[in-house]
C-alpha cells in the first residue's frame, strides 16, 4: 500500500503543477507583464542599447554575472553550514524508509526519468538551444549563446566550488559528493534559462510567462522526486539544488534585463498595434 502511495504522489505532484499553471493562465488576461513594454512602441531602454557595442554589453553582463554568482556561493555555503549540522538525522531516516518502501518497476521507470538532469543531456540541450534561439531572434543575436553559454560555466564552476567546500558523502547508492544536487540545479537554471529567452522573444505576456515557468516545474519536480525515489541525494541536498538553481536563475534573468532591457510583448493576433504618439500630437484614433 505505501508503495504504491509512494508512485502515486509523483502523478498527483504533476497533476497539481499541471492544474495550478492551467488555472493562473486561465485567469491571466492575454497582456504584457509589468516589466514588459509594446514590441513596435518606443522604449528607452531601445535608445540605451541601441548606442552601445555587443562587445561592451557582453563584457558588462559577464562582469555582473561574476559578481552575482560570487553572491550565491556566499548564500549556499550559509545553507550548507545548515544542512551539514541539521539535516543528517532526517536524511537517513528518509532514506531509509525510501529503500524499504520502493517497487522495481517504478525504480526503472524513475532511472530514465532522472536523465532528464544528467550533466551531457543539460548541456546537449543547452547548446542546441543557443544555436536556435540565435537564428531566433530579430535583434541581440549575441544574447542566448553568451547567456546560455555562461549559465553552463557558472554553474559547474561554482558548483565544484560548493563541492570541494564541503566535501559532503552522498547515500550508499551515490557516495559521491552531492552538495547541492547538480541535476535539480541544471534543470531549474539550465532549462530555466531557455524558457526564459524563448518568452523574451516569442511571447513577453503574462500567460506565456505562467505556463513557461509551469515547465519548468514540471521538469525540476520530476527531477527532485526521480532522485529521492533512486535515493541519488540525501534529501537536503535536493531542496539545496532547487534553492541553489533558483538564485543563480534569479542573477541571470535580473542581469539580462539590466544589459539588454525588459521584454517586449508582442501583440495578440489580430490586435493592431499604433506606434508610440509624438510629443505634441494627439494618438492615432482607431478607424
Not at 39 to 65: F, K
Not at 183 to 191: F, K, N, Q, T, W
Not at 258 to 275: I, T
Request: hydrophobic share 50%; proline share 6%; net charge positive.
Amino acid at each position: 500500500m505505501l508503495k504504491a502511495l509512494v508512485v502515486f504522489l509523483y502523478l498527483i505532484g504533476i497533476g497539481v503543477i499541471l492544474g495550478v499553471t492551467a488555472l493562473l493562465a486561465k485567469r491571466s488576461a492575454v497582456r504584457p507583464v509589468p516589466d514588459t513594454a509594446p514590441l513596435n512602441g518606443h522604449h528607452a531602454a531601445d535608445t540605451a542599447v541601441g548606442t552601445r557595442s555587443a562587445r561592451s554589453s557582453i563584457i558588462g553582463m559577464l562582469l555582473i554575472l561574476a559578481a552575482g554568482a560570487a553572491v550565491v556561493f556566499a548564500l549556499v555555503c550559509l545553507l550548507g553550514l545548515l544542512v551539514v549540522h541539521a539535516a543528517p538525522g532526517v536524511d537517513k531516516t528518509i532514506y531509509t524508509w525510501m529503500i524499504h518502501h520502493r517497487m522495481h518497476s517504478w525504480k526503472s521507470v524513475m532511472n530514465r526519468a532522472t536523465k532528464v538532469g544528467d550533466t551531457w543531456t543539460t548541456w546537449g540541450a543547452t547548446v542546441a538551444a543557443a544555436i536556435c534561439l540565435a537564428a531566433l531572434y530579430r535583434r541581440d543575436k549575441w544574447l542566448p549563446p553568451v547567456a546560455l553559454g555562461a549559465a553552463i560555466v557558472v554553474d559547474h564552476y561554482v558548483t565544484q566550488a560548493l563541492r570541494h567546500t564541503f566535501h559532503r558523502l552522498g547515500p550508499p547508492d551515490s557516495p559521491l559528493g552531492t552538495f547541492p544536487s547538480g541535476g535539480c540545479d541544471r534543470i531549474i537554471v539550465l532549462y530555466g534559462l531557455i524558457a526564459y529567452l524563448i518568452w523574451r522573444e516569442v511571447s513577453g505576456t503574462r500567460r506565456g510567462a505562467i505556463w513557461s515557468a509551469g515547465a519548468v516545474a514540471l521538469l525540476a519536480f520530476n527531477e527532485a522526486y526521480s532522485r529521492a525515489y533512486l535515493t541519488l541525494h540525501w534529501t537536503s541536498d535536493i531542496i539545496s539544488g532547487l534553492i541553489y538553481g533558483g538564485l543563480l536563475l534569479i542573477v541571470f534573468i535580473a542581469t539580462i534585463r539590466l544589459v539588454v532591457g525588459p521584454a517586449r510583448a508582442r501583440a495578440p493576433e489580430g490586435m493592431p498595434v499604433h506606434p508610440a504618439p509624438v510629443v505634441g500630437q494627439h494618438a492615432p484614433s482607431a478607424q
